[in-house]
């Protein structure tokens, strides 16, 4: 017999950091016809970009490409040294995988360079090997019915009041910041930019109900030749604060955002000051910064029914959902005497350029905070100086300029109580400020700031009914006769299992009893029971 139901749709969009996969690249490069020669390699940096993307028929496919400086010595066979050249080349990728069968909610993708390497075929060819590391954030939509009982049938529930974090919504905002700098005082003027990187991320944020006030910086370190006769590299940094405003959707109760920034594009142009001097660079960056919102909702699901008088038929889903416990934000300092150039061969001179990054390795879950492992990973450019009273020179008779990538492991703590070797962690790190000095002819001491943001999620899934009927009346006494049963409570029974199996509402037993509402009695204890 159909039965009017009540029942409540459910929607929520949960999301997920999916496995990290990699892309490999091979491919050669013949320097362009308006360069010179290759003598020797110094350093090879990249960016890679996303272009398209495609989601159907369970495949992921996706095309981008990877810009690389490569900074080189050039071949000299005249009298004056040749300076440091930069070539610039740019290769396409592509991507293709197969996706889980239960993965079918919308991704959000960023591709980083993990790894490049560029050695030298001859004089005018170059090989270039790199490591992408695609990274995919999973954003799961899902609705569900959930039963809440019968119009005109009086039901015993069993119902569950379950909390989860939802995403309420996704903002994405392209903001270009424009900045002059001159450069200090006593740096030599400047001849030609040979290098140059830049950075952004989140220094201070006020969230509300429609709007969303970020308040970021732009970190760029620059490598440029001097203008005089014999020009020398010299190292230039600095950083510029912004202010971004993101329009949100009217939400009633916003609890936490996670914000991503990323610098899509950056050109920086040396400048005249007004006594036409060359002192200034000109810097340009486009900032792609996403935003997620997340609200806390709840659902009322029914774990369980019977009716008195007549049996039921039910149907059963099932519900996952995630929690933020908790997020947090710290600073890590980083120092370390880090081993650069061999002990007793080509001494140090000066720091021509420094770049670094920092990505997690793991984490430990302790009762009061977690603690998050990653690396540090950097170059530096340097010079060699003199040896046993000798300039350690080149055939060009320029000072030797050499690169060194290395690592360097950290952990820092966050605080967030009540933290489970269940619960998910999710952490950002950012690279805020990093520097060197010179301690030994082969020793550099390398700091960096690190800021690491982590948030916690708690994920549970639960049987819930989502659709009843009725069958026919079961057979049941006297009316006018009322059985008066002494249950003797089993180990790990409650009020609701002893009423489901009498037909009792549990409302009954509780007043008959003298049981609080959240009470449940005791095992061997004895139950009044009126059916």
Not at 162 to 179: A, F, G, M, P, R
Not at 330 to 347: K, W, Y
Request: aromatic share 8%; glycine share 6%.
């Amino acid at each position: 017999m159909a039965a009017d139901m009540i029942r409540k749709v459910c929607r929520l969009t949960d999301c997920r950091e999916k496995p990290q996969q990699q892309i490999f690249i091979e491919e050669d490069f013949l320097v362009p016809d308006s360069k010179p020669d290759v003598e020797r390699i110094v350093c090879a940096d990249g960016r890679a970009r996303l272009g398209e993307k495609e989601q159907a028929g369970g495949v992921l496919r996706v095309k981008g490409e990877i810009s690389l400086d490569i900074l080189y010595v050039p071949s000299s066979s005249g009298e004056d040294p040749a300076p440091l050249e930069r070539m610039e080349v740019r290769t396409p990728f592509h991507h293709e995988e197969a996706l889980e069968e239960e993965q079918t909610g919308q991704l959000f993708l960023s591709v980083s360079l993990a790894q490049l390497t560029c050695s030298l075929i001859n004089e005018r060819k170059l090989r270039v090997k790199a490591i992408l590391a695609l990274s995919a954030r999973e954003y799961l939509s899902c609705e569900k019915t959930l039963f809440e009982g019968f119009q005109d049938e009086p039901l015993e529930l069993l119902t569950k009041t379950v909390t989860y974090t939802d995403l309420d919504q996704q903002k994405q905002d392209l903001i270009q910041v424009k900045e002059e700098a001159a450069i200090r005082e006593g740096m030599p003027e400047i001849g030609k930019i040979l290098k140059y990187d830049g950075w952004a991320g989140e220094t201070y944020r006020q969230l509300s109900s429609d709007k969303l006030i970020l308040n970021g910086a732009l970190y760029y370190h620059i490598l440029y030749l001097s203008d005089e006769a014999q020009p020398a590299p010299v190292f230039f940094q600095g950083r510029v604060d912004f202010t971004q405003f993101i329009r949100l959707e009217p939400a009633q109760e916003i609890k936490q955002a996670d914000v991503w920034m990323r610098v899509e594009d950056i050109r920086i142009v040396p400048r005249q000051d007004g006594d036409e001097n060359m002192t200034l660079f000109e810097i340009t960056a486009d900032i792609a910064t996403t935003v997620d919102t997340y609200c806390e909702r709840t659902a009322l699901l029914t774990l369980d029914a019977y009716h008195s008088q007549k049996a039921l038929d039910l149907e059963y889903d099932q519900l996952a959902w995630s929690y933020r416990t908790g997020s947090a934000k710290t600073e890590l300092t980083v120092r370390e005497t880090v081993n650069i150039a061999p002990s007793g061969g080509e001494p140090l001179d000066q720091i021509v350029y420094l770049s670094a990054d920092a990505l997690g390795t793991g984490c430990e879950i302790g009762a009061e905070g977690s603690i998050m492992e990653g690396l540090l990973e950097f170059q530096v450019i340097y010079r060699c100086g003199e040896k046993e009273g000798l300039m350690n020179q080149g055939e060009t008779g320029e000072p030797v300029i050499r690169s060194y990538r290395g690592e360097i492991p950290f952990r820092g703590m966050t605080e967030l109580p009540g933290l489970t070797e269940e619960m998910e962690m999710q952490a950002d790190f950012f690279v805020k400020e990093i520097g060197c000095e010179i301690v030994s002819d082969h020793q550099i001491e390398l700091y960096a700031r690190i800021d690491l943001n982590v948030s916690a999620r708690e994920r549970e899934t639960q049987r819930f009914i989502c659709s009843a009927d009725v069958f026919e009346d079961l057979p049941v006494a006297d009316e006018n006769e009322t059985r008066v049963v002494l249950y003797v409570v089993k180990e790990g029974e409650g009020v609701w299992d002893i009423g489901k199996r009498y037909r009792t509402p549990a409302a009954q037993i509780r007043a008959a009893n003298a049981l609080e509402p959240e009470e449940e009695p005791a095992a061997g204890s004895r139950l009044l029971l009126w059916c």
